[in-house]
């Protein structure tokens, strides 16, 4: 099974994250990167899938240059190969342009199952999956806390099946489907692999290929900020909460607090 | 005045609020008009619609724009895209409105915009972003303008409106129907709002202590109609189910009120919950972050303070 796993670099959460001035995008010199929290249960669950079915997995992320470092953690997780989609006509892409360039470059690089995160902690739209699904016309499988695909039938590189439990408000559903499919998953569905010294060694070695927009056959023209279908009109920093009230408890702490939610009218 | 599509969120035939408060920020900017998707419409639904400014409501209640993930509902909306040229079209932004919305916006080649907490005249959005700390206000500039807004960001006013009925018929294609819902499992969850949309959420964290412990979190949520919800360092331990942990790999809330009981207020959290009107906090460490962004704060043990505010609230009503 040729499984690829979609990964992103964001900012740290734990430092400042900025917006740039100028253009108005994510200012990535102001933070360390780091590889999207919820991506790290992508890349293991694309492995799990892959132990137990057999295939190959293939990290794919679209970033700037310094983005290769979210590849090599991926890889020394345990994944075989990568590419990385890499050009300056990609950058301040929206959710609509990213998906469409992911999109083209999965339909060149083949794919059995496309493995990603549900949302980024720095966008976090948590619509990407639902935007690939739909650009390549495959069954959306998404919010899932569970995987399970039918090794007999996985193993003929088409046709094979798929079933998910899909997260909802009111408990799950269960979802089954076809291959080829888009996955996305949620926190807890496994506990994902610190790499071994061995894996980071093997990672140095590990095939990358870098792509272009034309290398991908990405039309130009649906890429980058100035192509966007959404733009930020400003932004500013937030401005701070106005102190509140602290008190310490002296055996009326609930009471005082009770009065505070009646002067707010909450009871 | 210019129809914009609101997507109803509906639950076993009742109307959610979100749809509501929807209808509510919608009637400022143009003229509502619903759109039902899936089994269990009403004359009560419909009602409750006209109640709340709908002039249009649009019914698709076929099963097949149910049994299969999300795609049939983007089809409809575009269908109705394409019939009525709105002005826009908003949705709840819930996990799976804003799939629908984002499937939809390549259906239609138009902008979607997420998370939004405020719409003002010209359809500028304003959204909160990178755990609450930058203020954004954005726009679309391609397209007919999809908007996801969070439950709880405009107060429900009531208008009525004409509710003229309209049904649609929706032929959902071969590729939406790819994804096949076989079955859904309901967890238990008692009688407490949802999450997402809940006007109080009270919260337990590390503080806790223990998953028994949680019943007090519970009590003090039960005697204010509010929703529990519990920090990742509460669900990692393992003493409250995940799917209530607010943060920034959980849910994100927009309550009018939210009371974080033994909760330090790391970023992680903070991100899932910065954005609530008011917020109560109670931690035994002075230092805790959580009290910068409190409006009120008890230094004290949760164990002490949470059973003697549920007694007070309890005593008050």
Known sequence: ?267 | MSEILVLVEHVEGQVKKVTLELLTLARKLGTPSAVWAGPGYSPEAKARLAEHGAEKIYVADSADVNDYVVAPKAELLAQLVSEKSPAAVFVAATAEAKEIAGRLAIKIDSGVLTDVVGVEDGLVADQSIFGGGVNVRSRVTKGTPIVAVRPNATPVEAAAGAGAEEQVSVAVSETARSARIVERVKEEKGARPELTEAAIVVSGGRGVGSAENFSIIEKLADSLGAAVGASRAATDAGWYPHQFQVGQTGKTVSPQLYIAAGISGAIQHRAGMQTAKTIVAINKDPEAPIFELADFGVVGDLNQVVPQLTDEVAKRK
């Not at chain 1, 900012?11 to 010199?29: C, F, I, Q, Y």
């Not at chain 1, 249960?41 to 310094?66: F, I, N, W």
């Not at chain 1, 892409?93 to 992911?102: F, I, K, P, R, V």
Request: hydrophobic share 40%; glycine share 8%.
């Open chain 1, 1 to 267: 099974m040729n499984i690829v796993v979609c990964v992103k670099q964001v900012p740290d959460t734990a430092t400042e994250r900025k917006l740039r001035s100028d253009d108005k995008t994510l200012d990535r010199d102001a933070a360390d990167g780091v590889i999207n929290e919820l991506c790290e249960y992508a890349v293991e669950e694309a492995l799990r899938l892959k132990e137990a079915h057999g295939g190959e997995v293939t990290v794919l992320t679209m970033g700037p240059d310094k983005a290769s470092d979210t590849i090599r953690k991926a890889l020394a997780m345990g994944a075989d190969k990568a590419v990385h989609l890499v050009d300056d006509a990609l950058h301040g892409s929206d959710a609509l342009g990213t998906s469409y360039a992911l999109a083209q470059t999965l339909k060149k690089i083949g794919f059995d199952l496309v493995v990603l995160g549900s949302e980024s902690t720095d966008a976090r739209t948590g619509v990407l999956a639902a935007m690939l699904a739909e650009r390549l016309g495959v069954p959306q499988l998404t919010f899932a806390n569970k995987v399970e695909v039918d090794p007999s039938a996985a193993k003929a590189g088409s046709g094979g099946s798929i079933a998910i439990q899909r997260v909802t408000d009111y408990g799950y559903d269960r979802v089954e489907a076809s291959l080829p499919a888009v996955v996305s998953v949620v926190e807890k569905i496994n506990e994902p692999r610190y790499p071994s010294f061995k894996g980071i060694m093997a990672a140095k070695k590990k095939p990358v290929e870098k792509l272009g927009v034309a290398d991908a056959e990405i039309d130009a023209s649906q890429v980058g900020l100035a192509n966007s279908w959404s733009e930020v009109a400003d932004f500013a920093a937030a401005p701070p909460r106005a102190a509140g009230t602290i008190v310490k408890d002296e055996g009326d702490g609930g009471a005082k607090t009770a009065d505070f939610l009646a002067s707010k009218k909450f009871v």
